[in-house]
């Protein structure tokens, strides 16, 4: 079975980009899965059911989105061997920005969009710089010029990715996109093991533990202070 | 190049520059270090901190310093000069009606045909090269030889620069400001000329003037259009343009079209206007997902478009004064009622 890890910030078009590549992938024979991870709430499982593909959620609701990926992804690889997938793909909003899901040896693609604002490229972590393919979308809707300046602010952070441009609404691209990740000859009988392409922040402070209390009184563990100037050391 | 020290490095690739910004990396006070001396500094704390990984940095810098001399150097050499559409398919599998079709720089070719019928695929088959790996079957050669996969993967180096027909701006710029941008991305030697180009070509199509300190998201639609057709014309690298449907712009279309062939670039315009599509040397007519005929336009077409060009400059004229507040009459309008 393939495995491809799909993430980028939220609405930036990862599951209508994700919809558009497996329906290129029609005549092909592939059979495809998907399993979706947010935090509170998705109703992007109900998109793909409706297109005929198996479909899982997870929602990491109290915990870190990116720790409970990290937690899962075995069981998720060993689900969609049961269902004798030829294509598994899991999808997940990087909220913080600062955190990848991307495992060594298997295909990241970061989604993120043209509307996002040109520093963007800057302000994402490894998600963006450490993927191996960059899908930028909602290219329709702003200028040539900014796409040009867009992707090329992508380029200088990742120069090793392939950087693509995808409309999720027409599924201009999807289908080369679609060509590009699907290897034939990958095999992922499991993921145990595997190492993850970027290590997590550390963690453990006392707020990670359920202090509620504000105060440097109730503040344990790993602390850091924001820097307000010299004079208020 | 990974001896030399940030300064040497700096002097000899200015735009490396872009890298240390994008990747938010202060090099000041360390010119005389390399770069992997100036990684160096970071404390294990700071690494982790700001998520910079030293040995992604590093191997990566090579590969970018590559990838943009080798776009320096594409610029000037290895010009495109011809696209070749090779026939395939339509949705029903019939082969398309024509066998290929090469089109040349500063050539217009227009493309017809109901709303959905597969123009959009067209594009997407230039736009991406496609070697008989879409759903058309169609190949596309760059003059006359099988495209270099740069032409693929490269973000740098398109193919098509693509003018679509929503021209929205969501950077909050001013215009010499978003073109100093874009002229940077492009690695330009002298961008201040090049702005001054742009905003004068600009000004020549659009219908009310703009200038150089207006932010680019209180352009009207015709001011967009007009400022995005120069910048396409003059600054973006890629040798073909795709424009879907102009005809709503605000913007004097015929001097537009004539910029972008002024600039050596081949234009595909997908269209439903009359004059647009006869102003092309030849057109493609798609029907069913495929190209069902490619025509070129006929003599008698050619004296029509002269009639339905001065058509088209008399409801302009109609529009302009009416706009000024003006009474319309037969005289005004040289029409007899």
Request: aromatic share 6%; proline share 4%.
């Amino acid at each position: 079975m393939n495995l491809i890890i799909v993430s980028g910030p939220p609405s930036s078009g990862k599951t209508s980009v994700i919809l558009k590549t497996i329906a290129s992938y029609q005549n092909r024979n592939i059979k495809v899965g998907v399993v979706k991870f947010d935090c509170l709430y998705t109703d992007d499982d109900a998109a793909y059911e409706k297109a005929g593909i198996p479909v899982k959620k997870g929602l990491s609701g109290a915990l870190c989105p990116d720790h409970f990926f990290a937690s899962n992804i075995e069981e998720v690889v060993n689900w969609g061997n049961e269902e004798k997938l030829d294509l598994l793909i899991t999808e997940s909003a990087g909220l913080c920005n600062r955190c990848s899901p991307y495992l060594k040896e298997i295909k990241g693609v970061c989604v993120i969009d043209n509307l996002s604002g040109i520093n963007t490229p800057k302000k994402i972590g490894p998600m963006l710089k450490s993927a191996d393919f960059v899908v930028i979308t909602k290219g329709d809707i702003v200028s040539q010029a900014e796409r040009e300046v867009f992707a090329s602010c992508v380029s200088s952070v990742n120069p090793r990715a392939v950087t693509m441009h995808v409309n999720g609404l027409t599924g201009q691209g999807a289908y080369e996109l679609g060509s590009l990740l699907y290897d034939e000859n990958q095999n992922i009988e499991s993921v145990q093991g595997m190492q993850l392409r970027f290590p997590m922040p550390s963690a453990l402070c006392s707020y990670c533990l359920g202090e509620t209390r504000i105060g440097e009184a109730f503040q344990m563990g790993n602390v850091k202070k924001i820097n307000l100037g010299a004079d208020k050391t | 190049m990974m001896e030399l020290s940030l300064d040497q490095l700096l002097k000899e690739y200015p735009f490396v520059n872009a890298y240390f910004e994008q990747n938010k990396l202060d090099i000041a006070g360390y010119g005389d270090k390399t770069f992997r001396e100036f990684l160096d500094h970071f404390t294990e704390e700071e690494l982790e901190d700001q998520a910079i990984d030293r040995e992604k940095l590093l191997s990566d810098l090579p590969v970018y310093l590559e990838q943009m001399s080798a776009f320096l150097g594409l610029e000037k050499s290895n010009r495109v000069l011809s696209m070749t559409i090779l026939a395939g398919y339509d949705k029903s599998g019939n082969p398309e009606g024509f066998s290929e079709l090469t089109v040349e720089t500063s050539q217009i070719i227009s493309i017809v045909g109901p709303t959905g019928s597969g123009k959009s695929r067209l594009l997407a088959d230039i736009e991406w090269a496609a070697q008989r790996d879409t759903p058309t079957g169609r190949s596309i050669l760059i003059n006359g030889k099988k495209p270099d996969n740069k032409w693929r993967f490269s973000s740098n180096n398109r193919l098509v620069a693509q003018l679509s027909q929503n021209m929205n701006f969501v950077m909050d710029l001013t215009v010499e400001e978003f073109l100093r941008m874009h002229a940077v991305s492009r690695l330009v030697e002298d961008p201040q000329t090049v702005i001054e180009q742009i905003i004068l070509a600009a000004n020549d199509l659009a219908g009310e003037k703009f200038d150089l300190t207006t932010p680019v998201t209180s352009l009207s639609g015709g001011q967009s259009r007009a400022l995005m057709i120069a910048d396409t014309a003059i600054l973006s690298s890629s040798p073909i343009v795709l424009i879907d449907e102009i005809e709503n712009a605000g913007i004097d279309r015929k001097k537009a079209l004539e910029l972008l062939i002024s600039s050596d670039k081949i234009v595909l315009m997908a269209t439903h206007d009359p004059l647009l599509a006869l102003m092309a040397d030849k057109r493609i007519i798609i029907k069913n997902g495929g190209i069902s005929k490619v025509l070129d336009t006929n003599e008698e077409e050619k004296l029509l478009l002269e009639e339905l060009e001065k058509m088209d400059s008399l409801i302009q004229t109609a529009r302009q004064e009416l706009r000024k507040g003006s009474t319309l009459s037969g005289k005004t309008l040289n029409m007899e009622i």
